[in-house]
């Protein structure tokens, strides 16, 4: 597949979601980052796109030899459960074939850069000096390139002087082509959100493909949408996430939520949840029914 080698955060060891997966299965760091090493190496040798078709939860219990990791690590975000096969989210970006001739062009191009002073050759172009790097690879021939292209510019441009100014049309705008991209959602970061400043309510231990779309709609929804005086709620990924910060904290003063007051009849078993806050339902609960207009 993809490789001998895996790219794994140099300060994974102090993560916030190894510690939470160490505290969900009780185990230490040494054996939470060794158990993730031989994950993301399993992906790595079997995968293209993170997808491991056949691997269930359990296997992953047995395979690490601790119990409950495969959950634990759903819950941090770092793997998604699809049904009996499992997925690593945004596989492609970090690890896999793509992944990895992105980060060794990436630094080629920086050794070279690095290691390799500008050369001049002079007479490159009509006899005059044209300045480019020297070395193995494509950034000298790429740098020459540009230089040259700059080189006839500057040479257009003293052809232009002296003729008499004429009047020329405004450039057309250039097109637009949909939407504004947004920022990525973070999602485990706003399933971390929900439980520190919700502890009370039920935690996330599984991130099923539903779930995870309702966590991208609702973003999305902050993101684009503006509140009662126009103002949008969130232009960031910071705004966003402070957004959910005081959507959850508000969600914390209401006594029917939270389950300090009695429930309906035939309602007195339900909780509130992550996934009510982000329907429609618990949206109008918490943001109607709170003087602060989100």
């Known amino acids: 597949m993809a490789g001998d080698w895996i790219k794994m955060r140099?300060?994974?060891?102090?993560?916030?979601?190894?510690?939470?997966?160490?505290?969900?299965?009780?185990?230490?760091?040494?054996?939470?980052?060794?158990?993730l090493f031989w994950l993301w190496s399993t992906a790595d040798q079997h995968s293209d796109d993170g997808l491991l078709v056949g691997l269930s939860l359990r296997q992953i219990?047995?395979?690490?030899?601790?119990?409950?990791?495969?959950?634990?690590?759903?819950?941090?975000?770092?793997?998604?459960?699809?049904?009996?096969n499992v997925r690593i989210p945004e596989f492609e970006?970090?690890?896999?074939?793509?992944?990895?001739?992105r980060m060794q062009t990436a630094r080629r191009v920086a050794a070279h850069k690095a290691g390799n002073a500008a050369d001049v050759d002079v007479g490159a172009v009509g006899g005059e000096a044209v300045t480019?790097?020297?070395?193995?690879?494509?950034?000298?021939?790429?740098?020459k390139a540009l230089a040259v292209r700059d080189l006839e510019k500057r040479r257009e441009e003293k052809r232009e002087e002296g003729k008499p100014s004429v009047a020329r049309?405004?450039?057309?705008?250039?097109?637009t082509h949909g939407a504004e991209r947004l920022p990525a959602c973070p999602v485990a970061q706003l399933v971390e959100l929900y439980h520190e400043v919700l502890p009370e309510l039920p935690r996330c231990r599984l991130m099923p493909e539903d779930r995870s779309k309702a966590i991208r709609r609702r973003w999305s929804w902050v993101l684009t949408?503006?509140?009662?005086?126009?103002?949008?709620?969130?232009?960031?990924?910071?705004?966003?996430?402070?957004?959910?910060?005081?959507?959850?904290?508000?969600?914390?003063?209401?006594?029917h939520l939270m389950g300090r007051v009695a429930r309906a009849a035939g309602h007195e078993g339900?909780?509130?949840?992550?996934?009510?806050?982000?329907?429609?339902?618990?949206m109008k609960?918490?943001?109607?029914?709170?003087?602060?207009?989100?």
């Open 93 to 101: 970006e970090h690890n896999g074939s793509s992944a990895k001739k």
């Open 225 to 255: 949408s503006k509140k009662p005086d126009g103002v949008k709620r969130a232009q960031t990924s910071a705004d966003g996430m402070a957004w959910f910060r005081s959507y959850f904290e508000r969600a914390r003063c209401s006594d």
């Open 285 to 294: 609960a918490v943001i109607e029914k709170t003087e602060v207009t989100a």
């Open 10 to 35: 140099g300060n994974l060891w102090d993560h916030p979601r190894v510690a939470q997966i160490c505290d969900a299965t009780d185990v230490g760091e040494a054996t939470v980052v060794g158990a």
């Open 132 to 143: 480019h790097e020297s070395g193995e690879g494509n950034a000298g021939s790429v740098t």
């Open 169 to 175: 049309p405004a450039a057309a705008a250039p097109p």
């Open 270 to 282: 339900w909780q509130c949840d992550l996934d009510f806050l982000l329907g429609d339902k618990g």
């Open 61 to 84: 219990d047995r395979k690490t030899g601790v119990v409950g990791f495969g959950d634990a690590v759903v819950a941090a975000g770092w793997l998604v459960a699809e049904g009996a």
